[in-house]
């Protein structure tokens, strides 16, 4: 068992409801156009998606696990960033 | 059907050994219903018993199109072709999906094929039993694929990320599988003596091993603790079998079927179905290799990826040439 290891690509498919490409999953493939095709095949074999984007794995950068409360948290107490935060009387009606 | 993948005994760097704080970490993310990620920390006996299980998980997919295949070509009608077609194109695609998934874990595709071919890694015990009939293909859609869903469900709240993600995909597609089974079983039972006949021979030979599928009994199992803990498994394999037996018994009972087990009755007081003794020593004997057709499924999957070797070749040296010759034209360009 010495073959050469097919390169790995992560699968972004935008479906028909117009909301932005959604990672999917991945697939193995020799390039990009195989990538497409077997992302077509392995994700889509139900009408899920009317686009779809294939990346070399490799070219994601992503946070890292440990940065995790560093990144997110300090919204967390940002409140005045939503909506709700702010009163509008009832006889103003929605707004 | 794949909890089989858990119930072997696990020799590696135990749990106890790790450190301590980051172990606590660990639990208490699990305990809160966070996933863990693929770059998160975990125990090595964690990270084993998922390779272990997702990669048997895989194999047991791809394995699982050589039964049903096997009556692609002789499908009764276009429907029945054109449904079994797009239920094994399925399996396929539940195997690469639960093969990216264990790829998370740090195993390549490319070994754990390896590992499948050389007989290291298991598949489950079910697909070792052939299909005779046309009516297997309905029974192995009822029951396999019913049993399947029994243990699937819980798996989409597992606790690894890209696990319950690819679990969850499965589930949504797997109830189509289940029911187009039960139809070829209704078609069958309604049809004449002779198709009833072979409706009743598919269940009597698949209801004990679809039984099977759920592993060894609660007594006998090795691995319960700590992947109940870590919230791999969340039921044991007796009351997932007791629960698959309880649904299903009406549903043959509503086909005009009877099951190969004079045991089979249903309990006033609690409203389960008791059943026989299950017969342990030939869960055994196919899962350690000498079932009906392992031998057979084994060499069709070795002489498959042979097949293959000069595509993936190939298609790995046009690639090359294409960016080589992109590559040339830039520097030729500047």
Same mark, same amino acid.
């Given at each position: 068992m010495s073959e050469a290891p097919m390169p790995l690509w992560e699968v972004f498919i935008r479906n028909r409801s117009g909301l932005p490409h959604k990672h999917a999953g991945s697939v193995h493939a020799a390039d990009a156009a195989m990538a497409l095709q077997a992302a077509r095949d392995v994700y889509t074999r139900r009408g899920e998606a009317v686009s779809i984007w294939v990346v070399p794995s490799g070219a994601i950068t992503a946070s890292d696990p440990a940065d995790k409360a560093e990144l997110f948290e300090p919204t967390g107490s940002k409140i005045y960033r939503h909506p709700t935060f702010y009163e509008v009387p009832d006889e103003v009606g929605h707004m | 059907m794949y909890t089989q993948g858990l119930n072997v005994k696990d020799t590696g760097h #135990? @749990? @106890? @050994?790790?450190?301590p704080a980051k172990l606590a970490r660990f639990q208490a993310k699990i305990d809160a219903e966070d996933k863990i990620e693929p770059n998160d920390w975990m125990p090595e006996a964690y990270r084993r018993t998922l390779v272990r299980q997702i990669s048997q998980h895989a194999h047991s997919e791809i394995i699982g199109m050589q039964p049903e295949g096997n009556w692609l070509a002789r499908a009764p009608s276009l429907r029945r072709k054109v449904a079994l077609l797009a239920k094994v194109q399925d399996e396929a695609g539940h195997g690469l999906y639960l093969y990216a998934a264990a790829e998370t874990?740090?195993?390549s595709r490319e070994e754990m094929v390896a590992q499948l071919l050389a007989g290291k890694a298991k598949y489950s015990s079910i697909f070792n039993y052939p299909t005779l009939s046309w009516a297997d293909i309905g029974a192995v859609g009822w029951l396999v694929d019913g049993a399947a869903i029994m243990n699937q469900i819980p798996l989409c709240r597992c606790s690894y990320g890209p696990y319950a993600r690819a679990m969850i995909r499965i589930c949504k597609e797997e109830s189509f599988h289940q029911r187009q089974g039960y139809e070829i079983m209704l078609t069958l039972c309604r049809g004449s003596a002779a198709q009833k006949a072979m409706a009743q021979d598919a269940l009597s030979r698949w209801w004990w091993p679809s039984l099977m599928?759920?592993? #060894?009994?609660d007594k006998e199992s090795l691995h319960s603790a700590d992947t109940m803990k870590w919230k791999i498994k969340r039921f044991s394999n007796d009351d997932l079998r007791q629960k698959f037996i309880d649904a299903t018994v009406p549903q043959g009972h509503y086909l005009g079927l009877t099951f190969p087990d004079p045991d089979l009755k249903r309990d006033e007081a609690s409203g389960h179905w008791r059943f026989g003794e299950i017969d342990w020593s030939e869960f055994k004997r196919v899962l350690a290799g000498d079932g009906p057709c392992n031998r057979q499924r084994m060499a069709v999957r070795g002489q498959a990826h042979e097949d293959g070797v000069w595509v993936r070749e190939a298609a790995l040296a046009h690639a090359r040439k294409r960016a080589e010759r992109a590559a040339a034209a830039k520097i030729a360009a500047e």
């Amino acid at each position: 068992m010495s073959e050469a290891p097919m390169p790995l690509w992560e699968v972004f498919i935008r479906n028909r409801s117009g909301l932005p490409h959604k990672h999917a999953g991945s697939v193995h493939a020799a390039d990009a156009a195989m990538a497409l095709q077997a992302a077509r095949d392995v994700y889509t074999r139900r009408g899920e998606a009317v686009s779809i984007w294939v990346v070399p794995s490799g070219a994601i950068t992503a946070s890292d696990p440990a940065d995790k409360a560093e990144l997110f948290e300090p919204t967390g107490s940002k409140i005045y960033r939503h909506p709700t935060f702010y009163e509008v009387p009832d006889e103003v009606g929605h707004m | 059907m794949y909890t089989q993948g858990l119930n072997v005994k696990d020799t590696g760097h #135990p @749990a @106890a @050994a790790e450190d301590p704080a980051k172990l606590a970490r660990f639990q208490a993310k699990i305990d809160a219903e966070d996933k863990i990620e693929p770059n998160d920390w975990m125990p090595e006996a964690y990270r084993r018993t998922l390779v272990r299980q997702i990669s048997q998980h895989a194999h047991s997919e791809i394995i699982g199109m050589q039964p049903e295949g096997n009556w692609l070509a002789r499908a009764p009608s276009l429907r029945r072709k054109v449904a079994l077609l797009a239920k094994v194109q399925d399996e396929a695609g539940h195997g690469l999906y639960l093969y990216a998934a264990a790829e998370t874990l740090g195993l390549s595709r490319e070994e754990m094929v390896a590992q499948l071919l050389a007989g290291k890694a298991k598949y489950s015990s079910i697909f070792n039993y052939p299909t005779l009939s046309w009516a297997d293909i309905g029974a192995v859609g009822w029951l396999v694929d019913g049993a399947a869903i029994m243990n699937q469900i819980p798996l989409c709240r597992c606790s690894y990320g890209p696990y319950a993600r690819a679990m969850i995909r499965i589930c949504k597609e797997e109830s189509f599988h289940q029911r187009q089974g039960y139809e070829i079983m209704l078609t069958l039972c309604r049809g004449s003596a002779a198709q009833k006949a072979m409706a009743q021979d598919a269940l009597s030979r698949w209801w004990w091993p679809s039984l099977m599928m759920f592993g #060894p009994s609660d007594k006998e199992s090795l691995h319960s603790a700590d992947t109940m803990k870590w919230k791999i498994k969340r039921f044991s394999n007796d009351d997932l079998r007791q629960k698959f037996i309880d649904a299903t018994v009406p549903q043959g009972h509503y086909l005009g079927l009877t099951f190969p087990d004079p045991d089979l009755k249903r309990d006033e007081a609690s409203g389960h179905w008791r059943f026989g003794e299950i017969d342990w020593s030939e869960f055994k004997r196919v899962l350690a290799g000498d079932g009906p057709c392992n031998r057979q499924r084994m060499a069709v999957r070795g002489q498959a990826h042979e097949d293959g070797v000069w595509v993936r070749e190939a298609a790995l040296a046009h690639a090359r040439k294409r960016a080589e010759r992109a590559a040339a034209a830039k520097i030729a360009a500047e």
